[in-house]
T-cell receptor
Framework: AQSVTQLDSHVSVSEGTPVLLRCNYS??????LFWYVQHPNKGLQLLLK??????LVKGINGFEAEFKKSETSFHLTKPSAHMSDAAEYFC???????????FGTGTRLTVIP | DTEVTQTPKHLVMGMTNKKSLKCEQH?????MYWYKQKAKKPPELMFV???????INESVPSRFSPECPNSSLLNLHLHALQPEDSALYLC?????????????FGSGTQLSVL
């Protein structure tokens, strides 16, 4: 069975400091993993996607994530937070041929000026 | 054009009303989705259309009725809703190879049922 656990419901960082949003997954197959961002009252936007190519995935807006099979993790990072990064972030897992995506419960990122 | 357009952005309706949510995309995507998102929760899949045919219905109550009149349009017809149906309704589209593909989301319709 597939599932996703986002370890922090809320992360707060100062502007210009690194961001780490943690995600652990469970999947019976080689999973596809995604990070989506949702700004208030907006739809979701794909940040990046892992599909068994390079384990370090670079996304938009300076975000990247590293797939670690041994740790079943797919943590999202950014070297320097910007005020515009304040949003809700969802880690998502799918498996080949799946008929659904499995969303984590989300992590709300606050960026302090 | 890489947008999914949803109308209206906000909707307030009574429990006896009939209303429709609309979604449109012109990216040539042949898979379209309806999600429901309650406040501070992740989106929950409701329906999936693939090549204009309903392929997934996640046990959604019949007061929600989806329709895909053509490859660019997706509607969600609402009738006799309950207050607990108040939520953000998100439309998404993708290439039809399954949910491993990138989803493009609209900005949603914020629905309030009184």
């Amino acid at each position: 069975a597939q599932s996703v656990t986002q370890l922090d419901s809320h992360v707060s960082v100062s502007e210009g400091t690194p961001v780490l949003l943690r995600c652990n997954y469970s999947s019976s197959y080689s999973p596809s993993l995604f990070w989506y961002v949702q700004h208030p009252n907006k739809g979701l936007q794909l940040l990046l996607k892992y599909t068994s190519a390079a384990t370090l995935v670079k996304g938009i807006n300076g975000f990247e994530a590293e797939f670690k099979k041994s740790e079943t993790s797919f943590h999202l990072t950014k070297p320097s937070a910007h005020m515009s990064d304040a949003a809700e972030y969802f880690c998502v897992v799918s498996d080949p041929g799946a008929n659904n995506l499995f969303f984590g419960t989300g992590t709300r990122l606050t960026v302090i000026p | 054009d890489t947008e999914v357009t949803q109308t209206p952005k906000h909707l307030v309706m009574g429990m006896t009303n009939k209303k429709s949510l609309k979604c449109e995309q012109h990216m040539g995507h042949r898979a379209m989705y309806w999600y429901k998102q309650k406040a501070k929760k992740p989106p929950e899949l409701m329906f999936v259309y693939s090549y204009e045919k309903l392929s997934i219905n996640e046990s959604v109550p019949s007061r929600f009725s989806p329709e895909c009149p053509n490859s660019s349009l997706l509607n969600l017809h609402l009738h006799a809703l309950q207050p607990e149906d108040s939520a953000l309704y998100l439309c998404a589209s993708s290439l039809p190879q399954g949910l491993n593909e990138k989803l493009f989301f609209g900005s949603g319709t914020q629905l309030s049922v009184l």
